[in-house]
């Protein structure tokens, strides 16, 4: 058995909540093994999912003391760093209902929450929101008083209204604390794109219980289309994001709601359905048959842009040239495509000054629409600079 074979076992056994360890564990590993899987572990942040398996072993260890000591560690950092997340988080709501704000958790804070026996199995790297606009000057303040800055890597706007539209058709806004805890605020589910009209996932979000009763995320449906998107824009190189969509699909596939899920993926169904039977095969589990099908000649172009199969060995975060690759091939009619490929070639003047800290010139607009394409896109040439408005 490979390294990865283990690591996709014990990844189904867990989405299904099957009761000891998944099957088909070795023994004895050899040195090689080991390494591999720790590499794996530590690449793909899995250690949390991977040792609770392990200790449910009846047998001696299956790794060496160094093995286990290794994955121990990673998990206590993993730990530590949901620890800081989650008290950002804390701070973040306090400051958002006194400034009368309203959000929702999306991606891996949603799903830990939600969705995990325990929330230290699932480690998360930033918190994604989704806001409204009229509450965007509240949302800053909110932002400000927890102690999150504008990254430097942010375009420097003149007013609110400014950055507003930029974020709401471009790209979400990133912040940063002490910390290092990262926040992510956008306007719609996906990336890309236009601004949702209509508040389609604020009329199904679900508000959670427990210790976190102040909280809501989207509903499972948004939540698994999030999850199949992210999937296919990292070129299937982010099994965190499987076993997120895993787990939804295992323990609550039969009541969600597929006929609102084919409404809102009509414009990208085919990556939807593709990556919705991917996480089906790697997690051997079930989904429904009445999702339709595309074609064999989709699937084929499928397999050419996004590369779905065996777990990639190195961890791929969805970049800024992957999510516009997603947006110009899955999702979207080909008048909002032509919209949005020429709001990139001729961007407009006060987004190009804000980018580049100086008055807008042609050349300046050119060198603007080249950066639009690699992931350099959003850091000021202008430092030291205060970025708030």
Not at 273 to 286: P, R
Not at 290 to 305: G, H, I, M, Q, T
Not at 322 to 339: D, H, P, V
Request: proline share 6%; hydrophobic share 40%.
């Amino acid at each position: 058995m490979q390294a990865v074979d283990f690591i996709f076992e014990t990844l189904a056994h867990f989405a299904k909540r099957g009761d000891g360890p998944p099957p088909g564990i070795p023994a004895r590993v050899e040195p090689e093994f080991e390494r591999e899987l720790i590499r794996i572990c530590e690449r793909h942040s899995l250690a949390p999912i991977v040792l609770e398996s392990l200790a449910a072993l009846t047998l001696e260890p299956v790794l060496s003391e160094f093995g286990l000591e290794r994955l121990k560690t990673l998990s206590r950092e993993s730990e530590a760093g949901n620890e800081r997340l989650l008290e950002a988080l804390d701070s973040l709501t306090v400051g958002f209902r006194r400034e009368g704000v309203s959000f929702l958790l999306v991606g891996g804070v949603a799903a830990a929450l939600d969705l995990y026996p325990s929330i230290d199995l699932r480690p998360l790297n930033k918190i994604d929101l989704l806001i409204r606009d009229l509450d965007w000057l509240g949302i800053l303040e909110a932002c400000r008083g927890a102690g999150f800055r504008r990254s430097e890597r942010e375009p420097i706007f003149n007013s609110a209204g400014e950055a507003l539209f930029y974020h709401q058709h471009f790209g979400p806004l990133t912040l940063e604390n002490t910390d290092g805890v990262v926040l992510c605020l956008k306007f719609r589910l996906r990336d890309l794109g236009p601004a949702e009209q209509r508040e389609t996932a604020w009329d199904r979000a679900h508000h959670l219980g427990g210790g976190y009763a102040d909280l809501s995320r989207v509903g499972l449906e948004d939540l698994l289309i999030r999850c199949c998107v992210r999937l296919v824009m990292s070129r299937f190189g982010n099994p965190l994001a499987a076993v997120d969509a895993g787990l939804i699909l295992a323990r609550h596939g039969a009541n969600l709601d597929w006929g609102y899920i084919q409404s809102r993926t009509k414009s990208f169904c085919p990556a939807f359905y593709f990556s919705c039977h991917e996480i089906a095969s790697w997690l051997n589990i079930s989904v429904p048959a009445n999702l339709r099908r595309p074609s064999e000649a989709r699937k084929k172009l499928f397999d050419v842009f996004w590369h779905p199969g065996r777990m990639r060995r190195s961890a791929e975060a969805p970049s800024r040239l992957r999510r516009f690759q997603f947006y110009m091939i899955e999702n979207g009619s080909l008048r909002e495509k032509l919209t949005f490929l020429t709001t990139l070639l001729s961007p407009r003047a006060d987004w190009v000054s804000a980018f580049f800290g100086r008055p807008c010139k042609p050349w300046l607009k050119m060198r603007y629409s080249l950066l639009a394409f690699r992931d350099g896109l959003g850091m000021p040439f202008a430092r030291g600079r205060d970025l708030w408005y």
